[in-house]
């Protein structure tokens, strides 16, 4: 909540003048009672039509001036609502584009998804609400109390005596509402997941039939979001009958000690009537600040999980430059290099070379060696648990995000594609010009797009499903190129292309950006063959380094992978 | 951007095209949702008018009471008071108990609507054809699951029976007050048709707004979700600030969406406030003049004052149920639009199932195109006999996945037939044709679950030996025992600690539990090393056996031995023949596969 009310705080002056504008509103509002006891107790008894007349119409006037106040205040809240839940919304997006891969594994995306959207709803609600709810309630509860308190100050003591134990029930309820609303939004996590993995996986799960299995599944996270849900509701559905059953036997109270006070002369009829009219408002006034907890309860649950991210701590600090630099002939460099994901287990040990710029390294080796870690440590989503990477001498965690990830040009395994155009897509949104593109499009032989009638403005569908997963990889290449990138990194980027495509990209690469340093990870030696050095991953550890013909000579698993799929070349 | 471009984008969008649903037909389906709760729906009511008229009763009492206080000592009849006073006690107690029972009901009914309404969603998902998961975004999908159906929930379980129990209060105010006094009333022609213009303007104007709150949620949270998918690229191009100022446009747009219903909407309380207000100082007048005439008491006129605004405060809250039904409208026409989606087309009405088959499969004359007018597949014929391996080879984009999406009838075929042991597969129920395959696609798919259930995961009652056996055939059984958890562990969602490569052999250890008589294979082991890839070549071949295999591959090594190799181009079979008889042919497959091995 505190990180909620640092959003509002901007927005007090505003909430400030709402706050009167309300106030007015709401004294109108109250004032309307007083003018009716008034003119029972007071006026009809003198029987003078005129004073009637007048007062009537005061009541009007006030009916009127209460209108356009609660109009305008409410338009004022709503106003800010839009606000805070637009800078919120904005700052958890920003937090959570920024987070560092670690943590995007711990919160886990479906569960980002559901607070970027359920949660931040909830909260846009709570605020809302709050503050068109939140003014006026109180105001008529404390309003009403002082009015009646003015009109008999004894009989009012009987409602403020209750009201303690109203205060412990509602907040005992929404405390406790809070959690019960906490593990609710967690299933909702689930169920945004099961949603997600159906959209992504229909394929697979028609072809095994298993829709009715996931049907049973996704039945089960369904009957858990609604127990959970069930179960914060029916808790709150007890505060209700409960406050409204405590101030009706405050009210009949009243009636009671008020029967006494007129006995004894001390009060009148005329007044208790109005009380009474009081206490239907305070009442009100209360049933609406249970139905705010209950709000409260809900949104309170959805700020405290959008804090969570929000206050997680900036983990990739960035060191200072100074001391971390050195005098370097390498562009990019590997310094005994070790790194575990789960800190169990080493996935990458001792992993260490050098490349000069415009260099090419390539990287062979079995699946699950630690081949993408190393991209995923050169481009800083984690830091080596042990080592150091340098880019032209200085240590990667000394450079600055911005300049560090615009060095490079990066095609990853399962890269991504969104639904706008091609050339957005290649683009990215680094404002490149039409030559950037296309030449960029020429080197990734994306050719084929200039065959679609309508060229790079061809409108991808999501994720890029119109196109072949060769068509989707030579995009992929295309923006990794495009903006004349330092270092390029590709990661079994043309397992999808075909051979002939696959060695006219390798070429172009070659002639049009030789001072390109690049590292390739390939599942065909014909990929790397020539690389300017090779190394070779077993178990995340470096096996074999040199060229080609160097491993050729030493290292015998290089020997075999080359052997095996030269074999299926001149023997098949 | 060019008219061609925007057309496109609008076919990526169809919910916005599509004319908007009836009110009353909106109306009849959510009807629906509560018919399977009659029973329960009746009681809440019958609860509720209970508790409201025992409510309705508390003014009277405690008029009576008051009217039993006479001003001046001594005066007052207290046995009168108490007996009031008791009866007040008791009828608040038991409307208490009733609206508490009330609120359960209708949380219990609510929370079945909700879970029904999700059920239907989600089954309705699972019966749709693949196109319409190639056309639109998942969270999209997921805001109208979670979010629509929470608005709908929300007006459901308070608004309907609010609506339902008011027009009872209204009338049983009605009663009371024509019995206290028939000429007060009169004041209400008066203001209550102002309320019914001033609500019927209202929602007239703010239903086509809340109908824009939903849509441009469900965009802001499709974007959302592509992006969260896309967040280590965007990363690794530091493009942050750039998807950020994309996020910022689509979230000032829903904020507005929202801001603007909500604007006109949130009239209606202070207005009605207003219509009420302008009731009492009326009441209040009328009620004086009829007092001075004599022919009213001033117990009566406190009475009356109570029940008038017990009886406008239903109206006032019929309006603001009225203004927020408009959200609840807007949210259900996106949820039935989605459950009147198009299902798979049912079987044929005489559809067999393919039961004992031996796996002959034969296309005939087959063309195709997702879009009209883009043939993606032209006149293709072929036959496979059983246990035949087919490969099919060709450069990207040439229709080769298309091929498989018409052997499973993802899609169904413009033209020309395949029939499978003669059988045409659009006359054989879908479910045992696609169990008669066994797929294995580049793109691996792998859920929230365990190892366990994810290699079982095609298979009913599978032991773990048979995982571990099909995991060691596959080699992936050696990285997973070096897990923590072994075959326990949990794959989670960005399956960090697991590459491509090893996700592909989890698909293979998954399909070698299956047991059909075909198999298709499309770049099954592309991002799998050579090595292991010759490894686990025994077991491919195992799994391959007896079965009529059709095979994509970019490695045409893979594919030497097959039986047939069909050159795919533009959708055109170009060459076929075995491996040995197109290289003599020195045609377009003698050129790829050259090519292969040719290095700078």
């Given at each position: 909540m505190?990180?909620l009310m640092?959003y509002i705080k901007?927005y007090s002056f505003t909430i400030g003048i709402e706050f009167v504008i309300k106030f007015l509103g709401t004294i109108m509002d109250l004032?309307?009672?007083?003018?009716?006891?008034?003119?029972?107790?007071?006026?009809?008894?003198?029987?003078?039509?005129?004073?009637?007349?007048?007062?009537?119409?005061?009541?009007?006037?006030?009916?009127?001036a209460a209108l356009v106040f609660n109009i305008v205040a409410n338009r004022m809240a709503i106003k800010t609502a839009r606000n805070v839940t637009e800078?919120l919304?904005?700052?958890?997006?920003?937090?959570?584009?920024?987070?560092?891969?670690?943590?995007?594994?711990?919160?886990?995306?479906?569960?980002?998804?559901?607070?970027?959207?359920?949660?931040t709803y909830n909260v846009h609600q709570m605020v809302d609400r709050m503050q068109r709810l939140g003014v006026r309630a109180p105001i008529l509860l404390i309003g009403g109390?002082?009015?009646?308190?003015?009109?008999?100050?004894?009989?009012?003591?009987?409602?403020?005596?209750?009201?303690?134990?109203?205060?412990?029930?509602v907040?005992?309820?929404s405390?406790?509402?809070?959690?019960?609303?906490?593990?609710?939004?967690?299933?909702?996590?689930?169920?945004?997941?099961?949603?997600?993995?159906?959209?992504?996986?229909?394929?697979?799960?028609?072809?095994?039939?298993?829709?009715?299995?996931?049907?049973?599944?996704?039945?089960?996270?369904?009957?858990?979001?609604?127990?959970?849900?069930?179960?914060?509701?029916?808790?709150?559905?007890?505060?209700?009958?409960?406050?409204?059953?405590?101030?009706?036997?405050?009210?009949?109270?009243?009636?009671?000690?008020?029967?006494?006070?007129?006995?004894?002369?001390?009060?009148?009829?005329?007044?208790?009537?109005?009380?009474?009219?009081?206490?239907?408002i305070i009442?009100n006034a209360l049933l609406t600040v249970t139905r705010l907890f209950v709000l409260y309860s809900k949104g309170g649950?959805s700020a405290?999980?959008?804090?969570?991210?929000?206050?997680?701590?900036?983990?990739?600090?960035?060191?200072?430059?100074?001391?971390?630099?050195?005098?370097?002939?390498?562009?990019?460099?590997?310094?005994?290099?070790?790194?575990?994901?789960?800190?169990?287990?080493?996935?990458?040990?001792?992993?260490?070379?050098?490349?000069?710029?415009?260099?090419?390294?390539?990287?062979?080796?079995?699946?699950?060696?630690?081949?993408?870690?190393?991209?995923?440590?050169?481009?800083?989503?984690?830091?080596?648990?042990?080592?150091?990477?340098?880019?032209?001498?200085?240590?990667?965690?000394?450079?600055?995000?911005?300049?560090?990830?615009?060095?490079?040009?990066?095609?990853?395994?399962?890269?991504?594609?969104?639904?706008?155009?091609?050339?957005?897509?290649?683009?990215?949104?680094?404002?490149?010009?039409?030559?950037?593109?296309?030449?960029?499009?020429?080197?990734?032989?994306?050719?084929?797009?200039?065959?679609?009638?309508?060229?790079?403005?061809?409108?991808?569908?999501?994720?890029?499903?119109?196109?072949?997963?060769?068509?989707?990889?030579?995009?992929?290449?295309?923006?990794?190129?495009?903006?004349?990138?330092?270092?390029?990194?590709?990661?079994?980027?043309?397992?999808?292309?075909?051979?002939?495509?696959?060695?006219?990209?390798?070429?172009?690469?070659?002639?049009?950006?030789?001072?390109?340093?690049?590292?390739?990870?390939?599942?065909?030696?014909?990929?790397?063959?020539?690389?300017?050095?090779?190394?070779?991953?077993?178990?995340?550890?470096?096996?074999?380094?040199?060229?080609?013909?160097?491993?050729?000579?030493?290292?015998?698993?290089?020997?075999?992978?080359?052997?095996?799929?030269?074999?299926?070349?001149?023997?098949? | 951007?060019?008219?061609?471009?925007?057309?496109?984008?609008?076919?990526?969008?169809?919910?916005?095209?599509?004319?908007?649903?009836?009110?009353?037909?909106?109306?009849?389906?959510?009807?629906?949702?509560?018919?399977?709760?009659?029973?329960?729906?009746?009681?809440?009511?019958?609860?509720?008018?209970?508790?409201?008229?025992?409510?309705?009763?508390?003014?009277?009492?405690?008029?009576?009471?008051?009217?039993?206080?006479?001003?001046?000592?001594?005066?007052?009849?207290?046995?009168?008071?108490?007996?009031?006073?008791?009866?007040?006690?008791?009828?608040?107690?038991?409307?208490?108990?009733?609206?508490?029972?009330?609120?359960?009901?209708?949380?219990?009914?609510?929370?079945?609507?909700?879970?029904?309404?999700?059920?239907?969603?989600?089954?309705?998902?699972?019966?749709?054809?693949?196109?319409?998961?190639?056309?639109?975004?998942?969270?999209?999908?997921?805001?109208?699951?979670?979010?629509?159906?929470?608005t709908?929930?929300a007006s459901?379980?308070n608004d309907?029976?609010q609506?339902?129990?008011?027009?009872?209060?209204?009338?049983?105010?009605?009663?009371?007050?024509?019995?206290?006094?028939?000429?007060?009333?009169?004041?209400?022609?008066?203001?209550?048709?102002?309320?019914?213009?001033?609500t019927?303007?209202n929602?007239?104007?703010v239903?086509?707004l809340f109908?824009?709150r939903?849509?441009?949620?469900?965009?802001?949270?499709?974007?959302?979700?592509?992006?969260?998918?896309?967040?280590?690229?965007?990363?690794?191009?530091?493009?942050?600030?750039?998807?950020?100022?994309?996020?910022?446009?689509?979230?000032?747009?829903?904020v507005d969406a929202y801001f603007t219903a909500d604007y006109y909407g949130s009239m209606v309380g202070p207005s009605m406030n207003f219509i009420n207000n302008?009731?009492?100082?009326?009441?209040?007048?009328?009620?004086?003049?009829?007092?001075?005439?004599?022919?009213?008491?001033?117990?009566?006129?406190?009475?009356?004052?109570?029940?008038?605004?017990?009886?406008?405060g239903?109206?006032n809250e019929f309006a603001n149920i009225l203004s927020e039904l408009q959200s609840?409208?807007?949210?259900?026409?996106?949820?039935?639009?989605?459950?009147?989606?198009?299902?798979?087309?049912?079987?044929?009405?005489?559809?067999?199932?393919?039961?004992?088959?031996?796996?002959?499969?034969?296309?005939?004359?087959?063309?195709?195109?997702?879009?009209?007018?883009?043939?993606?597949?032209?006149?293709?014929?072929?036959?496979?006999?059983?246990?035949?391996?087919?490969?099919?080879?060709?450069?990207?984009?040439?229709?080769?996945?298309?091929?498989?999406?018409?052997?499973?009838?993802?899609?169904?075929?413009?033209?020309?037939?395949?029939?499978?042991?003669?059988?045409?597969?659009?006359?054989?129920?879908?479910?045992?044709?696609?169990?008669?395959?066994?797929?294995?696609?580049?793109?691996?798919?792998?859920?929230?679950?365990?190892?366990?259930?994810?290699?079982?995961?095609?298979?009913?009652?599978?032991?773990?030996?048979?995982?571990?056996?099909?995991?060691?055939?596959?080699?992936?059984?050696?990285?997973?025992?070096?897990?923590?958890?072994?075959?326990?562990?949990?794959?989670?969602?960005?399956?960090?600690?697991?590459?491509?490569?090893?996700?592909?052999?989890?698909?293979?250890?998954?399909?070698?539990?299956?047991?059909?008589?075909?198999?298709?294979?499309?770049?099954?082991?592309?991002?799998?090393?050579?090595?292991?890839?010759?490894?686990?070549?025994?077991?491919?071949?195992?799994?391959?056996?007896?079965?009529?295999?059709?095979?994509?591959?970019?490695?045409?090594?893979?594919?030497?031995?097959?039986?047939?190799?069909?050159?795919?181009?533009?959708?055109?079979?170009?060459?076929?023949?075995?491996?040995?008889?197109?290289?003599?042919?020195?045609?377009?497959?003698?050129?790829?596969?050259?090519?292969?091995?040719?290095?700078?």
């Amino acid at each position: 909540m505190k990180t909620l009310m640092s959003y509002i705080k901007p927005y007090s002056f505003t909430i400030g003048i709402e706050f009167v504008i309300k106030f007015l509103g709401t004294i109108m509002d109250l004032f309307l009672p007083w003018l009716l006891s008034y003119m029972i107790d007071d006026v009809v008894p003198q029987n003078n039509l005129g004073a009637v007349y007048f007062y009537g119409s005061l009541m009007v006037l006030c009916a009127i001036a209460a209108l356009v106040f609660n109009i305008v205040a409410n338009r004022m809240a709503i106003k800010t609502a839009r606000n805070v839940t637009e800078r919120l919304r904005y700052d958890l997006f920003a937090k959570i584009s920024f987070l560092s891969s670690r943590q995007t594994d711990t919160f886990t995306t479906p569960s980002l998804i559901s607070r970027l959207t359920s949660d931040t709803y909830n909260v846009h609600q709570m605020v809302d609400r709050m503050q068109r709810l939140g003014v006026r309630a109180p105001i008529l509860l404390i309003g009403g109390i002082i009015v009646t308190l003015t009109l008999e100050p004894v009989l009012t003591l009987i409602l403020i005596g209750i009201l303690p134990l109203l205060a412990a029930i509602v907040l005992f309820v929404s405390r406790k509402g809070v959690k019960l609303y906490s593990k609710t939004q967690a299933a909702v996590d689930g169920m945004v997941r099961k949603v997600q993995e159906n959209m992504t996986g229909m394929r697979v799960i028609k072809a095994l039939s298993k829709t009715e299995y996931e049907k049973q599944r996704f039945d089960e996270i369904n009957t858990e979001v609604i127990e959970r849900d069930q179960k914060a509701g029916m808790l709150m559905a007890l505060t209700n009958p409960v406050m409204n059953l405590m101030l009706n036997i405050a009210l009949t109270l009243v009636v009671v000690v008020g029967a006494y006070r007129v006995n004894a002369g001390i009060s009148l009829p005329g007044k208790i009537v109005a009380f009474l009219s009081y206490v239907t408002i305070i009442l009100n006034a209360l049933l609406t600040v249970t139905r705010l907890f209950v709000l409260y309860s809900k949104g309170g649950a959805s700020a405290r999980r959008i804090e969570e991210i929000l206050t997680a701590p900036d983990e990739m600090q960035i060191l200072d430059t100074e001391e971390y630099s050195e005098q370097s002939p390498y562009h990019v460099e590997f310094r005994n290099v070790s790194f575990s994901y789960n800190k169990v287990r080493d996935n990458l040990s001792g992993i260490s070379f050098a490349l000069k710029r415009g260099e090419t390294l390539g990287i062979i080796g079995a699946t699950g060696s630690g081949k993408s870690t190393i991209l995923n440590l050169l481009l800083r989503f984690y830091d080596p648990d042990m080592g150091r990477i340098l880019i032209d001498g200085t240590d990667i965690r000394a450079i600055p995000f911005e300049t560090l990830r615009t060095k490079f040009g990066v095609v990853f395994q399962n890269d991504f594609l969104f639904a706008d155009t091609v050339r957005e897509n290649i683009d990215f949104g680094r404002g490149l010009n039409d030559a950037q593109i296309a030449s960029a499009a020429d080197a990734a032989q994306a050719g084929f797009i200039q065959t679609k009638e309508d060229g790079f403005l061809h409108q991808l569908a999501i994720k890029g499903s119109n196109l072949s997963g060769g068509q989707q990889q030579r995009v992929l290449i295309a923006r990794a190129l495009a903006a004349d990138p330092e270092i390029l990194l590709l990661d079994d980027a043309s397992s999808a292309l075909d051979y002939m495509t696959d060695a006219a990209m390798r070429k172009a690469l070659h002639h049009d950006y030789s001072h390109t340093t690049s590292i390739i990870i390939a599942q065909r030696i014909s990929s790397i063959m020539n690389a300017d050095h090779i190394v070779m991953i077993e178990d995340g550890a470096i096996i074999g380094s040199g060229s080609h013909d160097e491993l050729l000579q030493s290292c015998e698993s290089y020997r075999e992978i080359f052997e095996t799929q030269m074999e299926e070349v001149c023997c098949g | 951007m060019n008219p061609a471009n925007s057309l496109k984008k609008r076919e990526l969008k169809p919910a916005a095209e599509k004319p908007r649903l009836k009110k009353s037909y909106l109306l009849l389906r959510l009807w629906n949702y509560l018919y399977q709760y009659k029973w329960l729906l009746l009681l809440a009511f019958v609860l509720s008018v209970a508790s409201n008229l025992l409510a309705l009763v508390g003014p009277k009492l405690s008029g009576n009471a008051i009217d039993a206080i006479e001003p001046g000592r001594g005066a007052v009849d207290f046995p009168v008071v108490f007996h009031y006073a008791g009866l007040m006690v008791a009828f608040y107690a038991a409307s208490a108990v009733m609206g508490y029972f009330l609120s359960i009901i209708m949380i219990r009914l609510s929370r079945g609507v909700v879970y029904k309404m999700r059920k239907d969603l989600f089954e309705k998902l699972e019966s749709l054809p693949i196109s319409f998961f190639d056309r639109h975004q998942t969270g999209d999908i997921i805001s109208i699951v979670s979010y629509d159906v929470d608005t709908i929930n929300a007006s459901l379980s308070n608004d309907v029976l609010q609506i339902a129990t008011s027009v009872i209060t209204v009338l049983g105010s009605l009663g009371m007050m024509i019995a206290i006094s028939p000429k007060l009333l009169l004041i209400f022609v008066f203001t209550i048709p102002i309320s019914v213009l001033f609500t019927r303007y209202n929602t007239k104007r703010v239903r086509p707004l809340f109908r824009k709150r939903s849509a441009k949620l469900g965009e802001l949270n499709g974007f959302i979700e592509e992006m969260t998918g896309g967040k280590k690229t965007t990363a690794a191009y530091h493009r942050e600030r750039v998807v950020l100022g994309r996020f910022s446009q689509k979230n000032t747009e829903a904020v507005d969406a929202y801001f603007t219903a909500d604007y006109y909407g949130s009239m209606v309380g202070p207005s009605m406030n207003f219509i009420n207000n302008l009731s009492l100082a009326m009441v209040s007048v009328f009620g004086a003049i009829l007092f001075m005439g004599g022919s009213l008491s001033l117990g009566s006129i406190s009475s009356f004052v109570l029940y008038s605004r017990k009886f406008s405060g239903p109206i006032n809250e019929f309006a603001n149920i009225l203004s927020e039904l408009q959200s609840a409208f807007a949210a259900a026409e996106r949820v039935f639009r989605l459950l009147d989606e198009p299902a798979e087309p049912a079987d044929a009405p005489d559809a067999c199932e393919l039961g004992n088959i031996s796996g002959c499969v034969a296309i005939n004359d087959l063309s195709f195109a997702y879009d009209p007018g883009k043939t993606i597949l032209n006149h293709l014929s072929l036959y496979a006999p059983c246990g035949s391996v087919i490969a099919i080879v060709g450069p990207t984009g040439a229709g080769k996945t298309t091929i498989i999406n018409l052997l499973m009838r993802f899609y169904d075929a413009n033209a020309g037939s395949v029939t499978v042991d003669g059988h045409d597969i659009t006359r054989v129920t879908r479910q045992s044709l696609r169990s008669a395959y066994t797929m294995v696609l580049q793109d691996t798919w792998l859920f929230h679950g365990t190892i366990f259930e994810n290699i079982a995961y095609g298979k009913e009652n599978v032991t773990l030996d048979e995982v571990m056996e099909a995991a060691k055939a596959a080699k992936i059984h050696k990285y997973i025992m070096s897990l923590p958890e072994g075959y326990n562990t949990v794959l989670s969602d960005n399956g960090v600690n697991i590459s491509k490569g090893q996700k592909q052999l989890l698909t293979i250890a998954r399909a070698m539990l299956l047991d059909s008589k075909m198999l298709i294979l499309d770049e099954a082991t592309s991002n799998v090393d050579t090595q292991t890839e010759r490894r686990i070549q025994q077991a491919m071949l195992k799994l391959m056996k007896n079965r009529t295999c059709f095979v994509i591959a970019h490695r045409l090594s893979t594919i030497q031995n097959a039986d047939l190799i069909l050159v795919v181009r533009d959708g055109n079979i170009v060459e076929q023949g075995t491996h040995r008889e197109l290289m003599r042919r020195g045609g377009f497959y003698y050129e790829l596969y050259h090519s292969q091995y040719e290095s700078e």
